[in-house]
């Protein structure tokens, strides 16, 4: 998983739906948001993984230009997950390229070093036995792919049970936005 940086930031375009399209989001809210990204990134800003996850943006005012929802999304998703890494201290070492689109987002060895923080004393988080099992087949479906493998609608469907009362579990917000960079790395294999 390739660390994000405000270079890449300042870099990013989005595509604009046409001007008498429907949906996408408000293009003018959706840069002011891009650009306090880039100053969280660079160190002058304060926003974190939990603020990504919130977002919402407008649609567009008829006849307005708006932004492609599922690019903005995508590159969202980007940024939160290397926002969870700063906040824990931990960055992963960037993924090499295979040529896969998967790759370009997700390794086999990202998912062995994923770690989940365990969710505060008096809430229950996610049962850790079941995530670890997604973890190990997240990991052989970016490894090998093929039939047998995780599909982005198989990744969303997962539902996680809660830990049981008195036993740890993985903080929530983490475990979900792994879950989206997983699909969104497998959609863009899928491409």
Sequence with gaps: ??????????????????????????????DAFVELVSATLAGQGVLTADDIRHVAFDAPCFGGRGYQADQVDEFLDQVRIELEYRQRGARPVPAAGNGSGAA????PNDVHRMQFTQAAVGRRGYDIEEVDAFLDLVAATVAHGGPGSLTFSDVRAVRFSEARLGTPGYTRDEVDAFRDLVVTALENNHR
Excluded: C, K, N
Aim: no cysteine; net charge negative; hydrophobic share 40%.
């Design 104 to 107: 370009a987002l997700l390794t």
């Design 1 to 30: 998983m390739s660390q994000v940086t405000p270079d890449d930031v300042s870099r990013i375009h989005f595509a604009t739906m046409p001007p008498m399209g429907h949906g996408g989001y408000h293009a003018d809210e959706v």
